[in-house]
């Protein structure tokens, strides 16, 4: 499976590659899910009252897409998230390789995926609120997790 280049190898923390992991088999308990498998649920999105499902959440939102767009923009790609198919296609396509662009690429998916989730959790169990949801919080987790390698970091210091 294709999708599985963004996984391994990835410099992300274990809980975002498990979360994305998840994602890619189609395995999180999205509200569609929930209630394909006869759960009680409203079926809606957390951030935009649309009906919530894998696609919708990580891709779709009108609240996430931004999240997207500046993650991407701050690693040097101008690109708007669309279908999830067609996204995780473009991320493998745009990971390939060795470059630090790319490795930084894969940890951003992982982190984006997983802070989307986190976030949607915590409105769901605990009150939390959709403006938990800060691009510059995925960036400093980013940020913590090169900032051991050395040519990662230089690469994010001159370019980012």
Known sequence: VEWRKIIIGNHARPRAIFTLWLACNKRLLTKERMIRLGMPTDGLCVFCKM??????????????????EKILRWIGYVHTPTMWDDELGWIVENTKGKGCKRILMRLAVAETVYRVWFVRNRIIFQGGRKEELHWETIKNVILRRVENNRKLMMYCNRNL
């Open 51 to 68: 009906a919530e499902t894998c696609q919708h959440l990580f891709f779709s939102c009108c609240e996430i897409k931004p999240v997207w």
